[in-house]
């Protein structure tokens, strides 16, 4: 046997296992994504640095606005993950759930004055507050599915309809805005570093559910209730529960999200805040290769997919794509990508890169 065999071997080896990696979708897309941007404007990478109307550095360009806008995504996604995985369906309602937190983290903020001159309550006391509030409707929401049975989509259905209508009614239809900078910085730049806050965020966030994920049973359980609820409750689990735990983790998430949201502007539009999100986080998911179904997840290519889709996002608005049709482009690359990540279509491109190699294999065995 060649060394040039054993070489074509272990590179062949190589490429099969990382095509039937889950995370490898998420990766080719975003050198897909990475490559036509660098063919039709090299430009689209630029990182500048500039300064704030407080002198203080910042980065800017598409690369920083990726990972700042990305960052509420994958916060989102991470919850939204363990809700597909548990219950084998989807939170519609994450949008207008965010209206509802920011709205509360301004009514604690603000009171009963909608344009006060100073903060009527720490910010940390608002944002747990809200954090309580979001878990409260994550926990409505996982009762009616884990325990009413009702289909996920359904259930999250009624927050979908009344959530903003609660989130303007929380603030008397008022439009209240924050005058304190210090409540800025969550959504933008900590005075004197020029990555935007939502970053650092998201890293928290990444590494508390990958701590839970690591240390505790959290992820067996919710994968052995998605896979099979029957069994699992044969094997002494208790599937409601489970159900509705990542239900309330999920309401933690959109809480921080929303969090980030309203201290973009210090203020909050109900109509307008996180719209269509949700169809983004469950994109996000589903580009990582999980299963909408439920079952085995893969957080880190949620996550990561929660960034491409972000980068899609952003490339499409460099293209000077109308934000209507956004979401028109985004489905048809999104359908794509998951397609070719489907179980069947992965498997025929592996018999085929079997027969490629398979055919080189031969000739240098000659």
Partial sequence: MSERYIKEKGAAGFFKNLFRHQIFIPIAALLLLAIFNLI???SFF??????SSDGFPVLSGNLMTIIDYGSELAILAIGMTLVTAASGGQDISVGAAIAISGSVVLRVLCGTDSR??????PII???LVSCVVAMLFGAFNGTLVAYFKIQPMVATLILFTAGRSIAAWINNNELPIVSDKTFTYFGGFIP???IPTPFFIALICMAVIALALKFTNLGLYVQSV???EKSSRLNGLNPQMIKFITYVILGLCVAVAAFIKVSRLSSINYSVIAKDIEMDAILAVALGGNALSGGKFNMTASILGA????FLTTTLYKMEVQSAALSAYKAIVVIVLVVLSAPVVREKLSSLWKKITGGKTA???A
């Avoid at 006060?116 to 309550?121: F, K, T």
């Fill in 40 to 42: 039709v404007d090299p």
């Fill in 46 to 51: 630029k990182i500048t640095l500039g300064y």
């Fill in 116 to 121: 006060p001159e100073v903060l009527q309550a």
């Fill in 125 to 127: 006391v608002a944002f």
């Fill in 192 to 194: 004197g570093v020029p």
């Fill in 226 to 228: 998605g896979i099979n």
């Fill in 307 to 310: 960034y491409v889709i972000q």
């Fill in 363 to 365: 000739k240098t065995q």
